[in-house]
């Protein structure tokens, strides 16, 4: 069975950094094109950065400069480390495949920066 539990959010000031992770369990991950989605209050879900297994990174022109998505395939495990955040990166952040996978969906993880 497929797991991604998301951790590392928090409540931080403009200007701040957090990172964030993603232990993904069921065996997929080495496999998979793994991306970091938020959904910021109101509005629907959106792809902030995704990696490929081989590497191959894209971001959201939003985060593009501040976030850095990475991958450990021996941990299962991929991050998101977000600097220079501000009030607009509020949201809550979460992990899937990409294209993303319904059934993959965990709780996600709470990202507010204040101003």
């Known amino acids: 069975q497929v797991q991604l539990v998301e951790s590392g959010g928090g409540l931080v000031q403009a200007g701040g950094s957090l990172r964030l992770s993603c232990e993904v369990s069921?065996?997929?991950?080495?496999?998979?094109?793994m991306g970091w989605y938020r959904r910021a209050p109101g509005k629907q879900r959106d792809l902030v950065a995704h990696?490929?297994?081989?590497?191959?990174?894209n971001y959201a022109d939003s985060v593009k400069g501040r976030f850095t998505i990475y991958r450990d395939n021996a941990k299962n495990t991929v991050y998101l480390q977000m600097n220079s955040l501000k009030p607009e990166d509020t949201a809550v952040y979460y992990c899937n495949a990409v294209p993303e996978y319904s059934a993959y969906w965990g709780q996600g993880t709470q990202v507010t920066v204040s101003s």
């Open positions: 990696i490929t297994r081989l590497g191959w990174i």
């Open positions: 069921g065996n997929i991950f080495s496999r998979k094109t």
